[in-house]
């Protein structure tokens, strides 16, 4: 059996994402990279010369004046990773896209268009939209309760899935002499009539590369894990340190495993800031100076409010006890966040004050060092099951850098990171099988598609 690889993922929000308000003051970020085509050529270039796995676009659509400034102005994610797809020839491309706000039809097509263009390297992030304020972008007065947002996100697969299979892989004939373009016994319509979504199919596309794109999920509630360990073939986390990385990768793996998965099959993905330096010391001193410039504690305040809804929390007392009754306002928002945030300001009797400096301490990345140091590390984490691989946010460019020139040269000569590609697509390359194409319905032999119709 070939030896288990580590995966690396390449996840990058430009100017500034969540914690990191001034990254943009940084001279080796242009001032519009989240928006600047060129530049995210030129990263993305950067981790497929280092043989990256991916690149990891996460996304949201609802912005507020306290929101992190490459949310406030950034590229749609299936627009970008088109232009990303001819840019680049080896390097997977997968885009965060919400089940609550897209039809399944209209997603299913743009995916699969993105897996032909790329010719097999599309993935979808599957999320259920942690930013409640988003339903006010789409018509509704309030996002969906979790149950619904996690039992139209798993009718919403079954939906997508089917419409993938609805051409069979060697459908389209395309024989001039023939005159037979396409075999109709291979085409095969929906008819999906579900609790949330009625769709006829059959899709127009033929099915795509990879059979299907791979499949990533992020949302870490029992029903987000149950979603996941379902239907996902990759899962993108967070892992604060070794052993809650480990609990949650046996903890997605045995879920995959009682539902009759094999648990090799779905890939575990945290994702991580690293900090290089020459010595630790140096390292050490790097993510010191970086935590410290890149937000201010006013800032911290002002985005904390986001897994609450975006509820406002200047307006209590910082000194006194964590205000619990404002997890009321996360019940449709990160939940799960909120929740394990307000519990550990209770447990401990924290402040407002002290919960927040809580949070910017928990910040810390575990993977801070000489490049060796950071190598050892990541195997350390590798081979103890607390991942299967990174996904490494760019940060700072010059960071970004040193990993790609430094740590993972020596994750090559360690043996646990690949030196070439293994395959051209994202799937091969994770090391995940083609799904085959599983129509729902009986062919229909009456659609009028034959070249003599
Ligand atoms: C690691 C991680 C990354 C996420 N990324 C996104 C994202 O890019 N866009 C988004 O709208 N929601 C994102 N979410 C939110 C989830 O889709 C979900 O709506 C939210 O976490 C609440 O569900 P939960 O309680 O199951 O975690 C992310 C969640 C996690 C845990």
Same mark, same amino acid.
């Given at each position: 059996?070939?030896?288990?690889?580590?995966?690396?993922?390449?996840?990058?929000?430009?100017?500034?994402?969540?914690?990191?308000?001034?990254?943009?003051?940084?001279?080796?970020?242009?001032?519009?990279?989240?928006?600047?085509?060129?530049? +995210?050529? %030129? !990263? &993305? #270039?950067?981790?497929?010369?280092?043989?990256?796995?991916?690149? @990891?676009?996460? $996304?949201?659509?609802?912005?507020?004046?306290?929101?992190?400034?490459?949310?406030?102005?950034?590229?749609?994610?299936?627009?970008?990773?088109?232009?990303?797809?001819?840019?680049?020839?080896?390097?997977?491309?997968?885009?965060?896209?919400?089940?609550?706000?897209?039809?399944?039809?209209?997603?299913?097509?743009?995916?699969?268009?993105?897996?032909?263009?790329?010719?097999?390297?599309?993935?979808?992030?599957?999320?259920?939209?942690?930013?409640?304020?988003?339903?006010?972008?789409?018509?509704?007065?309030?996002?969906?309760?979790?149950?619904?947002?996690?039992?139209?996100?798993?009718? +919403?697969? %079954? !939906? &997508? #899935?089917?419409?993938?299979?609805?051409?069979?892989?060697?459908? @389209?004939?395309? $024989?001039?002499?023939?005159?037979?373009?396409?075999?109709?016994?291979?085409?095969?319509?929906?008819?999906?009539?579900?609790?949330?979504?009625?769709?006829?199919?059959?899709?127009?596309?033929?099915?795509?590369?990879?059979?299907?794109?791979?499949?990533?999920?992020?949302?870490?509630?029992?029903?987000?894990?149950?979603?996941?360990?379902?239907?996902?073939?990759?899962?993108?986390?967070?892992?604060?340190?070794?052993?809650?990385?480990?609990?949650?990768?046996?903890?997605?793996?045995?879920?995959?495993?009682?539902?009759?998965?094999?648990?090799?099959?779905?890939?575990?993905?945290?994702?991580?800031?690293?900090?290089?330096?020459?010595?630790?010391?140096?390292?050490?001193?790097?993510?010191?100076?970086?935590?410290?410039?890149?937000?201010?504690?006013?800032?911290?305040?002002?985005?904390?409010?986001?897994?609450?809804?975006?509820?406002?929390?200047?307006?209590?007392?910082?000194?006194?006890?964590?205000?619990?009754?404002?997890?009321?306002?996360?019940?449709?928002?990160?939940?799960?966040?909120?929740?394990?945030?307000?519990?550990?300001?209770?447990?401990?009797?924290?402040?407002?004050?002290?919960?927040?400096?809580?949070?910017?301490?928990?910040?810390?990345?575990?993977?801070?060092?000489?490049?060796?140091?950071?190598?050892?590390?990541?195997?350390?984490?590798?081979?103890?099951?607390?991942?299967?691989?990174?996904?490494?946010?760019?940060?700072?460019?010059?960071?970004?850098?040193?990993?790609?020139?430094?740590?993972?040269?020596?994750?090559?000569?360690?043996?646990?990171?690949?030196?070439?590609?293994?395959?051209?697509?994202?799937?091969?390359?994770?090391?995940?099988?083609?799904?085959?194409?599983?129509?729902?319905?009986?062919?229909?032999?009456?659609?009028?598609?034959?070249?003599?119709?």
């Amino acid at each position: 059996m070939a030896q288990r690889q580590l995966k690396l993922g390449l996840v990058t929000t430009g100017v500034g994402g969540p914690g990191d308000s001034n990254r943009w003051l940084d001279p080796d970020i242009p001032l519009d990279a989240s928006v600047n085509i060129d530049w +995210y050529i %030129e !990263v &993305v #270039r950067q981790a497929e010369a280092a043989k990256f796995d991916l690149v @990891f676009i996460v $996304d949201s659509q609802y912005i507020t004046k306290d929101s992190p400034p490459h949310y406030l102005n950034r590229l749609e994610p299936l627009t970008l990773l088109s232009a990303l797809a001819v840019a680049t020839t080896h390097i997977g491309l997968v885009g965060t896209l919400t089940t609550s706000y897209n039809a399944p039809f209209n997603l299913a097509r743009r995916l699969a268009s993105l897996d032909l263009i790329s010719k097999g390297r599309a993935g979808w992030n599957i999320v259920t939209s942690g930013d409640a304020g988003t339903a006010g972008n789409y018509g509704r007065d309030e996002h969906f309760d979790y149950e619904t947002r996690y039992g139209r996100a798993a009718e +919403y697969l %079954e !939906v &997508v #899935r089917g419409l993938w299979s609805s051409y069979e892989e060697d459908a @389209f004939v395309r $024989d001039r002499s023939t005159g037979v373009f396409l075999d109709p016994s291979k085409l095969h319509p929906l008819n999906h009539k579900g609790q949330y979504f009625s769709v006829k199919g059959p899709l127009n596309i033929q099915r795509s590369p990879q059979g299907e794109p791979v499949i990533f999920q992020a949302g870490d509630s029992d029903h987000g894990r149950n979603l996941g360990a379902a239907v996902a073939d990759a899962i993108f986390t967070h892992a604060a340190s070794f052993e809650q990385g480990q609990a949650f990768y046996g903890d997605i793996k045995e879920r995959a495993a009682k539902l009759g998965r094999n648990p090799d099959q779905i890939v575990v993905l945290p994702g991580f800031t690293l900090y290089i330096g020459d010595t630790d010391e140096e390292a050490r001193e790097a993510e010191q100076h970086y935590r410290k410039v890149d937000q201010s504690f006013e800032q911290t305040l002002g985005e904390f409010g986001r897994s609450f809804g975006w509820h406002d929390f200047r307006q209590y007392d910082l000194d006194a006890p964590f205000p619990v009754q404002a997890l009321e306002f996360a019940k449709t928002s990160f939940y799960t966040a909120a929740k394990r945030i307000t519990e550990l300001a209770v447990a401990r009797n924290l402040t407002l004050r002290q919960t927040l400096e809580f949070g910017r301490a928990a910040r810390g990345s575990p993977f801070v060092g000489a490049p060796e140091t950071v190598a050892n590390e990541i195997i350390r984490w590798f081979e103890g099951r607390a991942l299967d691989g990174l996904n490494v946010h760019l940060g700072h460019p010059s960071q970004f850098t040193r990993f790609t020139q430094q740590v993972v040269p020596i994750l090559q000569e360690r043996g646990v990171f690949r030196r070439e590609y293994e395959d051209k697509t994202l799937r091969g390359n994770l090391g995940l099988e083609k799904p085959r194409a599983k129509p729902r319905t009986a062919t229909v032999d009456h659609l009028p598609i034959s070249a003599s119709a």
